[in-house]
């Protein structure tokens, strides 16, 4: 009998595809990222992917969002008003609905299409946050243990150049 010994997959949040983003105004990176819960979650259960840091929430914009398992119910906008931000006080990103529940361990999928600060060292730590439908009546989210993965932005080519220059006299004292 032949026994195969298969590297266990870690539980918790993982970027599978790192786009190694760069301080940019206008590329956009996407990031493809696994999520393998440390429990069992049953069909119609909602979570929702929150970034910790406020500034890294502001700076970061977010154009698009896919899932692959579930069904998308909110998105945080691209330009989003300081009124949108305000209301948003939990900084969530996007959330989502489990179509068919899913097992511990089981790899749920998606992917979050983002433009990168201006500024390098920006990260942005994302996490998850559950709430169960069956048992749970007052529809609180509950932080996932040990689920987090940083998007990290670093130092990239230049794309805009600027140079102030006054008018000066020369010798002959003319401009």
Known sequence: MITLKTKAQPMGLQIIDDP?????????????IVWRPEKHYVAGTQFEVRSHCMRAFLTWRYTNFVMKAGDITFRQK???TVHEVFQNKERALFGARLSYGVRKGEPVEFEITAIAPIW????????????DAGRNTDQTA???????CCLSVVAGPVERLSVYSRPMPGADNRV
């Open 20 to 32: 190694n983003a760069h301080c940019t105004m206008s590329k956009q990176f996407t990031y493809r």
């Open 142 to 148: 509950k932080k996932e243990l040990h689920c987090q």
């Open 78 to 80: 691209v330009k989003p």
């Open 120 to 131: 390098a060292g920006l990260d942005n730590i994302i996490s998850i946050w559950t709430i």
